[in-house]
């Protein structure tokens, strides 16, 4: 379960759920004095339950915690230069590599940095949940993607500004009016250290806290998305439509799949309105992207699914691929 969105700071971590728990005995080990780990060092210690890394440990062997099947939980000393720990598992320094995931712990908090997975990692962890922790960070490791590495189409930062990297791998400089105004937001809100979801983050950020709702009464028809969202991005202002088409082309043009919907929501006066937001498709789901009503209500609607959107039930009549 991935966390939602609050309007200017977002919750980075993804919940791995406890499919199974029993009583387990406590005992305790604290390892430090330079050493290095393996499962020599817990050979005569099956029973452990609780493991401390000093800060003098340099070296953890990938086989260091197989035996120990009633371990539920690793914490690391904040001096130590080469391990850190997180909700009792062990990780790299810089959170990216679950080391261990303790074989009794029955759910962790994993962080969003962590997006790969060390050998003998999950060893002695109960299939269902081994399964749910290495979807988690797999679809971590997919929303950490820098620009470069995103495939396809979209726009990159380079020395010389932002320049829209065709299928093949050209540079071009944008060579349409809304290609260059949404280069223009991104050049406000990203930086070229900044990962693909990042990115998007900044961007829906930028786009709520610099675009105003303006009340207009046309829906619109026809192939229109283009240019109601180039009509925002000059005006600064516009209806739901012009949030969604805008904020869609702005998710497109960072390598996304994106769709603008139209549809309705439950109106605030009672009944239904008409409405638009943006589906983007991440690690093979797609997601609800609503930045007028995160403009309107102030948090909630980064990333969401159907069911949990807030102002729900949303019922999605039409939708529009987006593409330049």
Known sequence: MLGHGAKVKFIAFAMVLALVSSFIPAARVEASEGVVLSAKSFRNELDITTVHIGSDVTEI???????LIRL?????SDNNPYYASYSNCLYDKDMTVLLCF??????AVIPASVVSIGENAL?????????????????QAAGN??????????????????KWRKEDGTLIQPDTELKKLVAAV???????????EKQLESCFNYFVN?????????VPIGNWTGAYAEAMLKDGSGNCYKYAAAFGYIARGLGYET????GTVRASTGGRTGHAWVEIKMSDKWYVFDPEMQDAKGSGYYKVTYDSYPAGPIERSASWVIEY
């Not at 470069?148 to 010389?160: A, K, Q």
């Not at 991104?186 to 693909?196: A, E, K, P, R, V």
């Not at 769709?259 to 139209?262: D, F, G, N, T």
């Open 259 to 262: 769709r603008v919907c139209s």
């Open 72 to 76: 539920r939980s690793i914490t690391v």
């Open 186 to 196: 991104l050049d406000n809100c990203t930086t070229s250290g900044m990962s693909q």
């Open 145 to 162: 993607l820098m620009e470069w590495e995103v495939p396809g189409s979209h726009f990159i930062h380079t020395e010389y500004g932002i």
């Open 61 to 67: 062997t990938s086989g260091a915690f197989r035996n």
């Open 210 to 218: 610099s675009f105003a709702y303006q009340r207009e009464m046309d």
């Open 123 to 139: 060893y002695g962890v109960p299939d269902g949940l081994k399964e749910e922790i290495r979807n988690v960070i797999h679809a």
């Open 102 to 107: 303790p074989a009794a712990l029955s759910g």
